[in-house]
């Protein structure tokens, strides 16, 4: 897999996971209980699901340590993966909001 594919699947899993723990959505319920967590320690818990843009950082660091081997290239491939997976968070994001609303 190469990192634009990782890239954009890991963006379509960060939008993807946090549409479906919205409101009136199939595990809704998780999202009450993550939002939960996100007022108690919010240090923490945004870069991990409150915030679409912090999300980047934190998912791309699971994902290219699941998928990519780490070489002396990962030094430049990781940061410019996180930019990428914002980008897309944030266009996708923005395409998700236009059809939900």
């Known amino acids: 897999m190469n990192l634009l594919e990782l890239?954009?699947?890991?963006?379509?899993?960060c939008i993807g996971f946090k549409i479906v723990?919205?409101?009136?959505?199939?595990?809704?319920?998780?999202?009450?209980?993550?939002?939960?967590?996100?007022?108690?320690?919010?240090k923490i818990m945004t870069p991990i699901y409150s915030c679409h843009y912090c999300m980047a950082?934190?998912?791309?660091?699971?994902?290219?340590?699941?998928?990519?081997?780490?070489?002396?290239?990962?030094?430049?491939e990781l940061p410019v993966m996180m930019l990428a997976v914002c980008c897309f968070n944030g266009a996708l994001w923005n395409v998700a909001y236009n059809i939900w609303e």
Do not use: K, Q
């Open 57 to 76: 950082s934190v998912w791309s660091i699971v994902a290219y340590s699941v998928f990519m081997t780490y070489t002396m290239n990962s030094i430049y």
């Open 21 to 42: 723990t919205s409101t009136g959505m199939l595990l809704s319920e998780l999202g009450v209980i993550l939002e939960r967590l996100c007022n108690r320690f919010p």
């Open 7 to 13: 890239s954009i699947l890991t963006s379509a899993a």
